[in-house]
C-alpha cells in the first residue's frame, strides 16, 4: 500500500474511536511497548499485565518477529501493531484498560498507535509518549500532577502534557479508545509510581529491551 491507502485507512478507523469516561472498574493493567534489535533487523513487543492497585507484574507476552514496515513519522501503528497485537493474543489475563508507548488522538489524522490499538482490540487504551508529535501546548508547571491540555489546530483537547514526577519532563498523554483525556491524565497518575513512566509502560519497556538484546 502507498501512503496514501494508509491515510484513507487511517481516517476511516479513527471515526470508530469513542472518547467517554471511564473509571473503572479495574483489576488488571496491561502496558505495551516495542523494542527493536537493528543487528538482526527485528522487533520484539510486549504486553505485561498487572495487578491493581498493587501494580504488581503477573504477566507477560512476547512476539518477535523480522521488521517489515519503514520507520515513518504518523504511521507506526503499520509497523509495530500487528507484533503487539501477536503478543497480546497471548495474554490470559485480559486487562480493563491498556497503556500503550506512543500516541492516542494526539495524532494528525487522530489514530496513533494506541488509538488503533484500542480500536482493534476494544478495550479501553491511553497513549503514553516520552515526546512530543502533534498538537500545541505550554509547558505545566514543576511539580507531579500538574498538567496542560494539548490542542489541535482548531482549538480541540486532544490530549495533555503532564508532569508525573517533580521537575523531570513530561509525558505526552492522549486517549485511544473508550476513555477521554480527563481520565487518561488520572489514570495515568494513579498507575506512575516514583519513575517518569507509568509502571505498566515501565515493565514493557524494560522487558522488550531485554528480549530483544538478551534474547530471553
Same mark, same amino acid.
Given at each position: 500500500m502507498n501512503l496514501y491507502e494508509l491515510k484513507a485507512i487511517q481516517l476511516e478507523l479513527s471515526q470508530k474511536v469513542r472518547l467517554t469516561p471511564f473509571s473503572g472498574p479495574v483489576r488488571h493493567v496491561a502496558g505495551c511497548d516495542v523494542s527493536y534489535? +537493528? =543487528?538482526?533487523?527485528?522487533?520484539?513487543a510486549v504486553v505485561a499485565v498487572l495487578e491493581y492497585p498493587s501494580l504488581k507484574l503477573i504477566e507477560i507476552a512476547s512476539h518477535t518477529a523480522m521488521v517489515e514496515f519503514p520507520y515513518i513519522p504518523t504511521f507506526l501503528s503499520f509497523r509495530e501493531l500487528p507484533s503487539l497485537l501477536e503478543a497480546f493474543k497471548k495474554v490470559k489475563i485480559k486487562p480493563e484498560l491498556i497503556v500503550v508507548d506512543g500516541q492516542g488522538i =494526539?495524532?494528525? +489524522?487522530?489514530?496513533?498507535i494506541a488509538a488503533h490499538f484500542g480500536v482493534t482490540v476494544g478495550i479501553p487504551t491511553i497513549g503514553c509518549a516520552k515526546s512530543h508529535l502533534f498538537g500545541k501546548y505550554v509547558m505545566p508547571g514543576e511539580k507531579r500532577g500538574e498538567w496542560k491540555p494539548l490542542l489541535d489546530k482548531d482549538g480541540d483537547v486532544i490530549g495533555a502534557v503532564v508532569r508525573t514526577r517533580d521537575r523531570v519532563k513530561p509525558v505526552f498523554i492522549s486517549p485511544g479508545h473508550l476513555i477521554d483525556v480527563k481520565s487518561s491524565v488520572e489514570w495515568i497518575l494513579k498507575l506512575t509510581k516514583g519513575f517518569k513512566l507509568p509502571e505498566p509502560i515501565r515493565f514493557a519497556d524494560s522487558i522488550s529491551r531485554r528480549i530483544s538484546h538478551e534474547g530471553i
Open positions: 534489535n +537493528r =543487528a538482526k533487523n527485528e522487533m520484539t =494526539a495524532h494528525p +489524522r487522530k489514530l496513533g
